[in-house]
């Protein structure tokens, strides 16, 4: 998909693994469970920053962690047009790929359910026409 390195956060530790390969300088977090934003603060390296972009409505903060490495949380409303475009102009330069589940639009009920239960792998997708 792009990636150097791949961290699974549920098989091992994610800020463990990231000072392993020198802390991170950016944790993109996109995820929307703030347990799972939490877990990587430790995981940046001096002066880093964890971007949140993914709206949790709570998390830890450690603030001895944030003040002894000079590190920051800092949070960023995305979705803008300008957002979507440098978003796709940097995937296709990269060779990025989406990995999606799709349900033809007949099915929007059960997609749908997939999603709000939290079961969907990825993003759930509904096609027209196939």
Do not use: H
């Not at 944790?27 to 995981?43: F, K, R, V, Y």
């Not at 790929?97 to 033809?104: A, G, I, K, L, V």
């Amino acid at each position: 998909m792009g990636a150097s390195v791949y961290l699974d956060s549920q098989a091992q530790d994610p800020a463990a693994e990231l000072l392993k390969l020198g802390g991170a300088k950016v944790i993109l977090a996109t995820a929307t469970s703030g347990e799972a934003m939490s877990a990587m603060q430790g995981g940046l390296a001096v002066n880093g920053t964890l971007l949140l972009i993914g709206a949790a409505t709570s998390m830890q903060v450690s603030p001895l962690g944030l003040l002894a490495g000079c590190r920051s949380i800092k949070g960023w409303y995305s979705g803008t047009s300008i957002d979507s475009q440098d978003t796709l102009a940097f995937s296709a330069r990269r060779g990025v790929r989406p990995m999606n589940e799709t349900f033809p639009l007949e099915r929007t009920s059960e997609a749908y359910d997939r999603m709000m239960s939290g079961k969907a792998r990825f993003r759930v997708v509904l096609t027209i026409g196939r």
